[in-house]
C-alpha cells in the first residue's frame, strides 16, 4: 500500500502570510498515461471535506487563486500565498493512482496566529 | 449542482449491523464510480470502499473487508453501504463520495456528502 505522508501536522499562521503543506508519497504516482493522481482537500471546522486541487496542480472551479498546487513523483507542495481567516481548517493530500486502496494523508491543521 | 445526502446512521451495538444510505441529485449518477470513506472522531480519513458505475466491480479497505458491502441502486440513484459484525471502532463519520470516473484503473474523488454519524458501542 502507499503511504502518504503530510508536514507538518499543524501549522499556525499570520493573516496575510503564507503557508506551505507538504505531502509525500512512499512511491512515484505518475500513472502510466503520464498524469499524477494527487489531490488536495480542505476541511474546515464541523464541514465535510471539499477537493481544492487535483492532479498535482489544477485547481477547482470556485478555489481562490491564492492555493496553489506543485510536485512530481514523491513530493507535492499546497500553498496558500496570503492565508485568510476563513482558510482554517485541516488540509488532506489523497493519491489516487496505487490502488486498492486510495490512500490519504494523515491531515495538516492550518489555523491563525 | 452535485449534492449527496447520507442517512442511516446511528448508536448501535457491537456485533450488530447497519445499512447506510447516499442519496444523489444533480448528476448522472450512472457516469460514476461511487466511495465510501470514514472520519472517526478527531481523526483523519481514511478509504472504506468504492464500487464502478455499474456496481459489478467492488473494491474493499482490508479493515472492513468480509463485513462491510457496498451496492448501488441506479434505478434510484442511491448508494448503500451495509455494515455487519460492527466493531467499537467502526464508530466514524461516513461520508459518501463521487468519483470523477466512471471506475477503472485510477481514483479521483470530487464531491462528498455531509456525512452520517455511526457510533457502535454498547
Known amino acids: ?3 502518504m505522508t503530510q508536514s507538518p501536522l499543524s501549522l499556525s499562521v499570520t493573516l496575510g502570510q503564507p503557508a506551505s503543506i507538504s505531502c509525500r508519497s512512499s512511491q512515484s504516482l505518475v500513472y502510466s498515461d503520464g498524469s499524477t493522481y494527487l489531490t488536495w482537500f480542505q476541511q474546515r471546522p464541523g464541514q465535510s471535506p471539499r477537493r481544492l486541487i487535483y492532479k498535482v496542480s489544477n485547481r477547482d472551479s470556485g478555489v481562490p487563486d491564492r492555493f496553489s498546487g506543485s510536485g512530481s513523483g ?3 507542495t499546497l500553498k496558500i500565498s496570503r492565508v485568510e481567516a476563513e482558510d482554517v481548517g485541516v488540509y488532506y ?3 489516487g493512482t496505487h490502488w486498492p486502496p486510495p490512500s490519504f494523508g494523515g491531515g495538516t491543521k492550518v489555523e491563525i496566529k | 449542482q452535485v449534492q449527496l445526502v447520507e442517512s442511516g ?3 448501535v451495538q457491537p456485533g450488530r449491523s447497519l445499512r ?3 442519496a444523489a441529485s444533480g448528476f448522472t449518477f450512472t457516469s460514476h464510480a461511487m466511495h465510501w470513506v470514514r472520519q472517526a472522531p478527531g481523526k483523519g480519513l481514511e478509504w472504506v470502499a468504492l464500487t464502478w458505475f455499474d456496481g459489478k466491480k467492488k473494491y474493499y479497505a482490508d479493515s472492513v473487508k468480509g463485513r462491510f458491502t457496498i451496492s448501488r ?3 434510484k440513484d442511491t448508494l448503500y453501504l451495509q455494515m455487519d459484525s460492527l466493531r467499537a471502532e467502526d464508530t466514524a463519520v461516513y461520508y459518501c463520495a463521487r468519483d470523477f470516473n466512471y471506475g477503472g484503473v485510477i481514483v479521483e474523488v470530487d464531491y462528498w456528502g455531509q456525512g452520517t454519524l455511526v457510533t457502535v458501542s454498547s
Open chain 1, 74 to 76: 514523491t513530493d507535492f
Open chain 2, 73 to 75: 441502486d441506479n434505478s
Open chain 1, 93 to 95: 493530500c489523497m493519491q
Open chain 2, 20 to 22: 447506510l444510505s447516499c
Open chain 1, 1 to 3: 500500500d502507499v503511504v
Open chain 2, 9 to 11: 446512521g446511528g448508536v
